[in-house]
């Protein structure tokens, strides 16, 4: 009797699946308006200092008039008598901050093992309470570039979230991170006798790649991630080494290409770098063997460099004895000082540089931590703060609607108090946030000890 409910239950969650995956593959590419419902009727926000994403210099004592989730106006005597007033003059309001790059399902260290102990209904379930804490962190819009699941969880999140079940930043992003035979995204620690799912998508050839793209893009993927090089976190693989070949580079940025979707490349290898480039890849994620050839041809095709600093200090600093992360950060001490020199050289040459967290588990709220370290790069605070909000904006895209505080915009708003042009550490205490015009509930105010458990819990 055990055996026939666990096959009918098995049947039932196989079904679930299989309607959540069809409702996936129907879904149009989408427009940031759709993917977070919007508040109706007029507010009014009173900002103390108004940072507004494109400016070089703050504003004092400033109103922001929001109708229909949308700014109207932005300046003085902007108040309509009829409309609901929020007092944050005490505070700083800057946009909603934009995580260019961020793995939601990821919450371990040793998260290639993870991937296979967890369900994808589990994952999902995990990756909303990660989505969600980023919002009430101050992330109002997120780009997951693939993450560890046979499925799709994190698309299923992104679904819910658009359709009105939750609250949540806007998602887009791809489906999985497509990896070689061997690669980053490869399971490289098992003996061949084990033929289990590794946690990114293996491809190989011309004809295998442009399936896999195709498939991406027919369960939801609104990019296509690649792994141009080896990868730093994961085992078997030197991220020095480029990977895909160019015409299966080629064929993958072809294809999504002709299908209307752009493609972000993680490559640590300068020849991973300039592969991709010369391929057509919109972004370069990491980039820490960069050289100068490759940042002239950035800035000469425009394309974008995000580096995910973060992520490398997070586990050296707070957890140097991880026995999952040891080749991280060993190759964190080795090239650190590399990688900060080649991202301050892309600053200074003009390359649109942006803000990806790469969050991978730690405590949501850190994240912010990558802008200090483009300072530390050769930004300056409000360049960070800009990369942060503007450049990913036009980075996803979605320029016309987020990104900076201006009348027709989506009113995706933050406040923190203080000051962050004086001290960026001000924006890991984010005191209000709104998206498309709804104010989100931070339920830290009410109990900070639980909502800090939440977003330090280890799984």
Not at 175 to 203: K, M, R
Not at 238 to 255: G, M, W, Y
Request: aromatic share 6%; charged share 20%; hydrophobic share 40%.
């Amino acid at each position: 009797m055990q055996r026939l409910l666990r096959g009918k239950w098995s049947a039932a969650l196989f079904l679930a699946g299989a309607c959540l995956a069809f409702a996936s593959s129907v879904r149009a590419a989408i427009a940031p308006e759709t993917l977070a419902p919007s508040a109706r009727g007029v507010t009014i926000l009173l900002c103390g200092t108004l940072i507004d994403g494109r400016s070089a210099s703050p504003m004092r004592n400033v109103s922001v008039r929001i109708e229909n989730g949308r700014i109207t106006a932005v300046g003085t005597g902007v108040a309509d008598a009829e409309g609901t007033v929020i007092d944050r003059s005490r505070d700083t309001c800057l946009p909603g901050l934009i995580d260019a790059h961020a793995h939601l399902l990821i919450k371990t260290d040793d998260y290639q093992v993870d991937h296979l102990r967890r369900s994808s209904a589990y994952k999902a379930l995990r990756g909303l309470e990660v989505a969600q804490e980023m919002l009430r962190s101050g992330w109002t819009s997120v780009r997951v570039l693939g993450d560890a699941d046979v499925f799709y969880a994190h698309l299923d999140v992104r679904t819910a979230i658009q359709e009105g079940m939750f609250v949540g930043p806007r998602l887009t992003g791809a489906g999985h991170y497509l990896s070689i035979t061997g690669g980053g995204g490869d399971l490289n620690f098992l003996a061949p006798e084990h033929q289990v799912a590794a946690d990114g998508l293996v491809v190989d050839g011309v004809e295998a790649v442009h399936k896999a793209v195709r498939e991406e893009i027919k369960h939801g993927s609104d990019w296509i991630k690649v792994l141009a090089s080896g990868a730093m976190m994961s085992a078997g693989n030197d991220p020095n080494r480029a990977h895909f070949s160019p015409a299966e580079l080629d064929a993958i940025v072809d294809e999504s290409t002709r299908l209307g979707v752009p493609v972000a490349a993680h490559a640590h290898s300068a020849a991973g770098v300039r592969a991709a480039i010369l391929a057509g890849a919109r972004t370069i994620e990491h980039g820490t063997f960069i050289d100068d050839d490759s940042i002239g041809l950035m800035k000469e095709k425009g394309v974008y460099l995000v580096p995910t600093l973060y992520v490398g200090d997070y586990y050296l600093n707070e957890q140097p004895d991880s026995a999952a992360q040891a080749k991280m950060n060993e190759l964190t001490r080795q090239y650190r000082a590399q990688h900060m020199a080649a991202v301050g050289k892309a600053i200074r040459t003009g390359v649109n540089v942006g803000v990806g967290t790469d969050y991978v588990g730690f405590p949501v709220r850190q994240g912010v931590r990558e802008l200090s370290l483009l300072v530390e790069a050769g930004m300056t605070p409000m360049q960070a703060i800009q990369a942060a909000t503007r450049v990913n904006a036009e980075l996803l895209g979605w320029q016309g609607d987020v990104g900076t505080l201006e009348s027709g915009k989506l009113a995706d708003i933050i406040a923190v108090p203080g000051d962050p042009l004086q001290d960026l550490a001000v924006l890991e205490k984010v005191s209000f946030v709104m998206i498309g015009g709804r104010q989100v509930s931070l339920s830290c105010d009410d109990q900070p000890e639980s909502c800090r458990a939440a977003s330090e819990r280890r799984y």
